[in-house]
């Protein structure tokens, strides 16, 4: 995906969000999308959601994905997530 195409789904999800409203999943309208891509539109909507003032008030790390429901999610999945996780 190309950095407007990342800025736009991040833009929709955040609509999306503040709407409540259901999109279709991305994996179905971009074939090619990445883990990447999806990290970067995870931080656009971040971004977006800071500029509403909204604020950060924790970050999970790999530490707290390994215990709990998280974990187990995790292993039956085979993905681990990197240190990108930030709570609002």
Known sequence: MDK???QSC???L?????QRKALRPLTERFSDITLDDAYNISLRMLERRLD???RII???NR???QSGSE???CAS????LPDRCHGL
């Open 52 to 54: 509403t003032g909204e």
């Open 10 to 12: 991040g833009d929709e």
């Open 58 to 60: 924790g970050k999970k």
């Open 63 to 65: 530490r707290d994905l």
């Open 77 to 80: 999945t085979g993905l681990w």
């Open 4 to 6: 407007q195409q990342i």
């Open 14 to 18: 955040f609509e999306a969000m503040v």
């Open 71 to 73: 974990h187990a999610q």
